[in-house]
C-alpha cells in the first residue's frame, strides 16, 4: 500500500492478558516511531527504530513494554500484562532516510487499545 | 530542552470564516523543521503543512498558511475560509536538522471546531 498500516484498528483485551500491534511502514523508509496517545492528548514518544541501528527506547513506560522490527521493516509492539492505564491510541509513523522529504513522518491510522 | 506549546485547548470558527491557531516553541538550534498536522476523529495524523527555519517566507498550501516568526519562536497557522471538514485536533510539532537528531516534540493540541 502507499501509506502506513496498522493492524489491527481496535483491541480490546482484558487485564493481564498480552496483546501485540502491528506496523506496516511505507516501503523505503528506513525510520520507524511507535507513539501511544491518551484520551484527549498529545503524543507521548515511545521508541524510535532506525535501520540497523540499536533502538532508541527510552520511551516505553516499564518494562511489560518492548518492539521489534524485523528485516527494517514490519515493527510489533508488544504490551505484556495489559493494565487499564494502557488504553490509548497507539500511533505508528515511518519516514524517509535522513532529511528526505523535509523530515515529515507519515502516520498510520492507529490502533484503539481498551483494557477492561 | 525543546518544547512545544499550543495554549488553546479549543477553538471554534465559522465555517466560510479565518481562524488562527497558535503555537511557540524553545530551541537553541537554528536551524529545524516546523509541522502541523490535522487529527480527525479518523484517528489518522494528516500532515497539513511543514516549514524549514531557515526559509523566511512563510508556508502555505491551499487555505493553510502559516506565520513563522523565528525570533520570537512562534509558528502560528492559519486557516481561510474554514469549512467543516476542517474540525479536528491541530498538533504542532518541532524537529532539529542537527545530524543525529530524530526526535519530534508535539504540542499537547487545540480542538477545532467549524460551526455550520
Known amino acids: 500500500g502507499a501509506g502506513v498500516s496498522q493492524s489491527p484498528s481496535n483491541k480490546v483485551t482484558e487485564k493481564g492478558k498480552d496483546v501485540e500491534l502491528r506496523c506496516d511502514p511505507i516501503s523505503g523508509h528506513t525510520a520507524l516511531y511507535w507513539y501511544r496517545q491518551s484520551l484527549g492528548q498529545g503524543l507521548e514518544f515511545l521508541i524510535y527504530f532506525q535501520g540497523n541501528s540499536a533502538p532508541d527506547k527510552s520511551g516505553l513506560p516499564s518494562d511489560r513494554f518492548s518492539a521489534e522490527r524485523t528485516g527494517g521493516s514490519v515493527s510489533t509492539l508488544t504490551i505484556q500484562r495489559t493494565q487499564q492505564e494502557d488504553s490509548a491510541v497507539y500511533l505508528c509513523?515511518?519516514?524517509?532516510?535522513?532529511?528526505?522529504?523535509?523530515?515529515?513522518?507519515?502516520f498510520g491510522p492507529g490502533t484503539r487499545l481498551t483494557v477492561l | 530542552a525543546q518544547t512545544v506549546t499550543q495554549s488553546q485547548p479549543e477553538m471554534s470558527v465559522q465555517e466560510a470564516e479565518t481562524v488562527t491557531l497558535s503555537c511557540t516553541y524553545d530551541t537553541s538550534e537554528s536551524d529545524y523543521y516546523l509541522f502541523w498536522y490535522k487529527q480527525p476523529p479518523s484517528r489518522q495524523m494528516i500532515l497539513v503543512i511543514r516549514q524549514e527555519a531557515y526559509k523566511q517566507q512563510n508556508a502555505t498550501e491551499n487555505r493553510f498558511s502559516v506565520n513563522f516568526q523565528k525570533a520570537a519562536k512562534s509558528f502560528s497557522l492559519k486557516i481561510s475560509d474554514s469549512q467543516l471538514g476542517d474540525a479536528a485536533m491541530y498538533f504542532c510539532?518541532?524537529?532539529?536538522?542537527?545530524?543525529?537528531?530524530?526526535?519530534?516534540?508535539f504540542g499537547t493540541g487545540t480542538r477545532l471546531k467549524v460551526l455550520a
Open positions: 510539532a518541532y524537529r532539529a536538522t542537527t545530524s543525529g537528531t530524530y526526535k519530534y516534540i
Open positions: 509513523a515511518s519516514r524517509p532516510p535522513g532529511l528526505a522529504g523535509g523530515g515529515t513522518q507519515y
